[in-house]
């Protein structure tokens, strides 16, 4: 890969003098367990310096979630079929209804659960164990929401902390109710972010799900799995369509809008296309180890990437596979450039800095620069090394990278590098704009969607240039 | 399931099947199986207790919120205030882990006030807790000493405490711990005999509309009434956009709060959600103390208007009584709109009372009330409210359920319209009726918060939006032969 063309004004050392500087405004002790989390990218150098998955500092203000955010509103919540049930006290469950905006299919309540299914521990369940509520709970949600295909537990920390034992209760319920049951131990203590989270849960979907179910038809030679693709704002539903006209078939996905019957039968297809890497990998590791299907990452953001993805998609398979993506990406090349040409006029020459989850500030870049915007500093709440590692090829040089980056040090990075638009999240999006600085959402879309796939680019570059070109920006500062 | 089960086809459900449970979970047979449930719960409208302590935290100027627990937690609360408010809400955390369980949160406390005291430079660090260090039992009161006595934080910057594990209570019970213990803290050794500062001392309680704050500080001043808004989000959950971020852009004045322990009046107007705070001040503050029922609707607005003037001796003034003409004007002119119109209600106790005394003043029918989490003593009240009025014979109170429940209701027994916050719109949606979104969170629709719902003006505001829904969708409902200009 050819490295990125270096940024006007970003240099390695002005970066380093940056982060030193901010670094510096810190407690001692808190600025040395930092400074190996910030640094100036070096595209070529492997591993990526930037360390991570490590403790947050105590007291500075980090965006990081928990292990139970990961597994109930990243990997279980979107499985549309299923009753997932929050066990333990009320706030986890409450915080967690209906905010990452994974879309589902299905008739709430009969055949979708969107719902806050929790056991709202009180008092004397930590006190006497909340195992017997969950039996009598698990009874109720199968009664009274007959059509589940099974049921998830998703313990917050007290269930941990006190010593119940949801496993038990789980095989126990199994066999009375006779459908899944699915323990997961991902208590919020655990770990140090969300990324703990997706790895229980995945463990969990590996020992109780997959491999217990089989596809009724017999398996083909173009079947595939969506992995790692939570339909935010609608982006599998975007997706998938690309893969559906070039010929393979999405017998499953994991785990937007997905089902749970249908994973659990992932095992028989022929190849995993992985989209979050860092949520994921860890089952088409194991799927691969064990049923020997090979894996290949992708990337649907903007259609640099979505061509090379495709392209790299069919060297998997035959010629018509091949000569399907070609079609297909010479069906899409006028649609883009339609895109491209209303939008790229009024946005080439921007920069943009990105502080997403574990995968979209590398995965976003190529749609960025499709439209003409350069990305001066990108980070991840919860990647590790093999993110960063993934990540610095595709940034500049001297660009600035950053691991689980504090409040405090992104503003002062804004501050210093200026970007035109900064990609974050909810609990960063209205400190920028006060600031008068354009921003997006970019965990959630902003409550717009999809961004995956052909469709998804209209809305991204329609998105990007309503952010930075919205004229409210220039009513910021008043005349008088 | 052993790992050698036979493996399963992969099913899909036949239409047949799925037409008739959606049919069933309409019936009164599912009602009932719903309403025996006893330890499911399934849509709750109520949150935790640490989310309530955030909300008092934040409203004091330079006050920096400081969760002692999961970083989890801390991200929740945070994304929670702003998705409702749309704006930044600053909170830190020490971010305990596995080894917090194992060996307490000590350690974390004091790095963490460390960290936080010299990056973010706060007046006060008012601490709370999450579930963890509650269920291992951490000791707040040894750890604080402990961080001064350490030097981790200097003695002098005031850090008040309150446990406010997930378990207990609600938002509202957080609310009123953490105020307590600031009001405690802030006041200590402030109370000077025979002084008073002429000053009312107002308590809004758990409430996240901004524009109620900003009304009642509107009604003071028109009095000419000297006052301390307690814990005043207003300016901190509604601020500029002038091109600076500002990490306090408001709050009560930590010495305006010192000071009200020499108070002339101490209101509150939340009762369910300042109990424990109020009973502290009762033992603790000179002047008089009284809890009053939020100001929704024309007589409750009275009343508390009432009990001003009575207080500090001072008439009415012009201004709102010209208001109060305006809005009974406008209830007067609107009064067909919802009159009989049968309302479902879901959200906390004090707003539940101050939003069904304004029903009943309409003519309205408050039919189905639910509270999610509270106590036999708001039934009780509320049953009484009810009973004022022969518009209220025919409401049900629920406490301790939840929307699904609510769903239950709404599908057997039907109503034209809800209120409550965002949460609602499931059942609202099933049900076909609208949702007047009123209460916390609001996370679907724009503004709400900053347009009062309290006093003349609220009234106003909220009648605009129930009577002018229903209007619209009598215009996009109704034949052509019934579609016409005049409403």
Partial sequence: ?480 | MSAEAAVKIVTEHSPEEIARVKEWINTEEYKEKNFAREALVVNPAHACQPLGAQMVATGFAGALPFIHGSQGCASYFRSTFSRHFREPAAATCDAMTEDGAVFGGQNNLFEGLENAYALYKPKMIPVFTTCMPEVIGDDLTAFIKNAKLQGHLPEEVPTPYANTPSFNGSHIHGYDSMLKSILETLTEGKSIEGKCTGKLNLIPGFDGNTGNLREYKRILELFGIPYTLMADISEVFDTVCDGTYRLYPGGTKLEDAAESVNGKVTIALQKYSTTTTMKWIEETYTGEKVTIPMPFGIKKTDAFLMKLSELFGKPIPEKLKEERGLAVDALTDAHQYLHGKKFALAGDPDYLIGLVSFLLEMGAIPYHILCSRTTKKFEKEMKALLATSPFGAQGKVYINKDLWHMRSLLVTDPVDGIIGDTHAKWAARDARIPLFRIGFPIIDRVNLHRNPVVGYQGAVNILTMIANKFLDIKDETCEDQWFEMMR
């Fill in chain 1, 1 to 480: 890969m050819s490295e990125r063309k270096p940024i006007a004004g970003v240099t390695k050392e002005k970066t380093e003098k940056l982060i030193k500087e901010t670094l510096a405004e810190m407690p001692a002790k808190a600025a040395k367990k930092r400074a190996p989390h910030l640094g100036a990218n070096e595209p070529s150098a492997s591993p990526c310096a930037v360390k991570s998955n490590k403790k947050v500092v105590p007291g500075v203000m980090s965006q990081r979630g928990c292990a139970y955010a990961g597994a109930k509103g990243v990997v279980w919540g979107p499985i549309r079929d299923m009753v997932h049930v929050s066990h333990g006290p009320i706030g986890c469950g409450v915080y967690s209804w209906g905010t990452r905006r994974n879309l589902m299919q299905g008739i709430p309540g009969v055949t979708s659960f969107p719902m806050d299914f929790t056991s709202d521990f009180q008092e004397r369940d930590i006190v006497y164990g909340g195992d017997k509520k969950l039996e009598k709970l698990l009874q109720e949600a199968d009664e009274l929401f007959p059509l589940n295909k099974g049921m998830s537990i998703l313990s917050e920390c007290p269930v941990g902390l006190i010593g119940d034992d949801i496993n038990a209760v789980a095989k126990k319920m199994e066999a009375e109710l006779g459908k899944l049951v699915v323990p997961c131990n991902c208590e919020g203590f655990r770990g140090v972010s969300q990324s703990l989270g997706h790895h229980i849960s995945n463990d969990s979907i590996r020992d109780h799900i997959i491999g217990k179910f089989a596809f009724p038809d017999p398996v083909g030679p173009y079947d595939v799995a969506l992995i790692g693709d939570y339909n935010i704002g609608g982006d599998v539903w975007a997706a998938k369509p690309i893969l559906e006209e070039i010929g393979l078939n999405v017998k499953s996905v994991w785990t937007g809008d997905g089902e749970v019957e249908k994973i659990g039968a992932t095992h028989q297809v022929k190849l995993n296309l992985i989209h979050c890497y860092r949520s994921m990998n860890y089952m088409c590791k194991v799927m691969e180890e064990k049923w020997n299907i090979p894996w290949l990452e992708y990337n649907f953001f903007g259609p640099t990437k979505i061509e090379e993805s495709l392209r790299a998609i069919a060297e998997r398979f035959d010629d018509t596979i091949k000569a399907n993506v070609e079609k297909v990406i010479a069906k899409y090349k006028p649609v883009m450039q339609t895109v491209l040409d209303e939008y790229k006029p009024r946005l080439e020459g921007k920069t943009a800095m990105l502080f997403v989850g574990g995968l979209r500030p590398r995965h976003t870049i190529g749609a960025y620069e499709d439209l003409g915007i350069q990305i001066t500093g990108a980070g991840y709440e919860f990647a590790h090394q093999d993110d960063y590692d993934r990540t610095a090829p595709e940034m500049a040089r001297g660009t600035l990278i950053y691991d689980d980056v504090s409040e405090f040090e992104l503003e002062k990075f804004v501050e210093e590098l200026k970007p035109d638009l900064v990609g974050s999240g909810i609990k960063e999006k209205y400190v920028f704009q006060k600031a008068g600085i354009p921003f997006r959402q970019m965990h959630s879309w902003d409550y717009s969607g999809p961004y995956h796939g052909y469709e998804g680019f209209k809305v991204f570059a329609r998105d990007v240039d309503m952010a930075i070109n919205s004229p409210t920006w220039k009513l910021v500062k008043s005349p008088f």
